[in-house]
């Protein structure tokens, strides 16, 4: 069993500073670096990390070699990547003293995803494998069809959430990963508990996930006409940067999916990598290896 992830690549230009930009303003930052980074990359990175044999598809474009570089070294296939004109695509990430940060995406290379490039990823693949996605590259809607018509376990990590989802048939989703707020905008709820019986009802094969910042995780599984539900708590931490928290949790939730571990194992192992990876700077080289959370 394989994972494909259809996702984003992208440089991430980090500036520490003492508070977020507020309208109007100038601010001096403490330091800049470049990072890489992408919610797709960050993802692969983590699932190949904690154990998966992972394949990436997407768009590499101008200037963006060391993201396909840093793939390799993790031992992801790349041989699904094409190479486009466009410029690549990037982020501009403010990281205040706390270690949160806001985040300014460019799509650039990530938004060249064509049809023809979707149906040659595709017949590579075999039901049965899975498929991580993100919001952060074109063509959501007909990956999402094309996979589902395949017979693959499909993930969907809705972020950044905007309209376009709206043309996504969740139906054909099997698991949805969202953080709080994503799961506020979809639902129309603040209540996690509210937010999954909203999508219950309205997708009653669909598992859920989701993330609580320091306040931990809850899933909620589908088996027949029972709901598995677990809640995980959140390692305590001194967090410097918590850029890829989520895609560090994604990577290692749906890695333990995959390989039959139990839920609460899932979530688990998953919260451990992903309080390790807020106590680093950056995105991609914040990831721990599996040695390390275990």
């Given at each position: ?8 690549l ?49 768009c ?25 004109d ?71 990590n ?40 909203w ?6 094969r669909?598992?859920v ?5 320091s ?43 995959m390989a039959g571990?139990?839920?609460?194992e899932?979530m ?5 990598a ?21």
């Open positions: 069993m394989r994972v494909l992830n259809f996702g984003s992208n440089l991430d230009y980090v500036y520490q500073v003492d508070h977020f930009v507020r309208p109007g303003e100038t601010l001096s930052s403490t330091s800049r670096a470049v990072k890489l980074g992408g919610k797709g990359l960050n993802q692969s990175i983590a699932l190949a990390r904690a154990g998966a044999n992972v394949s990436h598809a997407g590499i474009g101008a200037g963006g070699e060391a993201l396909k570089a840093q793939l390799e070294r993790d031992g992801v296939d790349v041989s699904m990547l094409l190479s486009v466009e410029m690549q695509g990037h982020t501009v990430i403010q990281v205040n003293r706390d270690g949160e940060n806001c985040i300014l995406l460019y799509g650039g290379s990530n938004q060249c995803v064509t049809e023809k490039q979707i149906a040659d990823t595709f017949a590579r693949c075999a039901a049965g494998d899975w498929l991580v996605l993100q919001n952060e590259v074109n063509n959501l809607p007909a990956i999402v069809d094309a996979a589902y018509a395949k017979g693959m376990v499909i993930a969907l809705p972020s950044p959430y905007d309209a376009r989802l709206e043309a996504v048939d969740f139906g054909k989703l099997s698991w949805l990963l969202v953080n709080e707020v994503e799961a506020g905008q979809i639902s129309g709820s603040d209540d996690p508990a509210a937010a999954w019986t999508l219950h009802g309205r997708y009653p669909l598992n996930l989701i993330t609580l910042g306040a931990g995780s809850a899933a909620y599984r589908v088996d027949g006409g029972a709901v598995e539900t677990v809640t995980q708590e959140a390692f305590r931490v001194k967090a410097v940067d918590t850029t890829a928290a989520g895609d560090t949790f994604t990577g290692y939730f749906i890695a333990g999916l571990m139990p839920l609460k899932c688990r192992r998953a919260s451990k992903s309080s390790l990876s807020v106590t680093r700077l950056g995105a991609a080289d914040s990831i721990p290896a599996l040695s390390e959370v275990e």
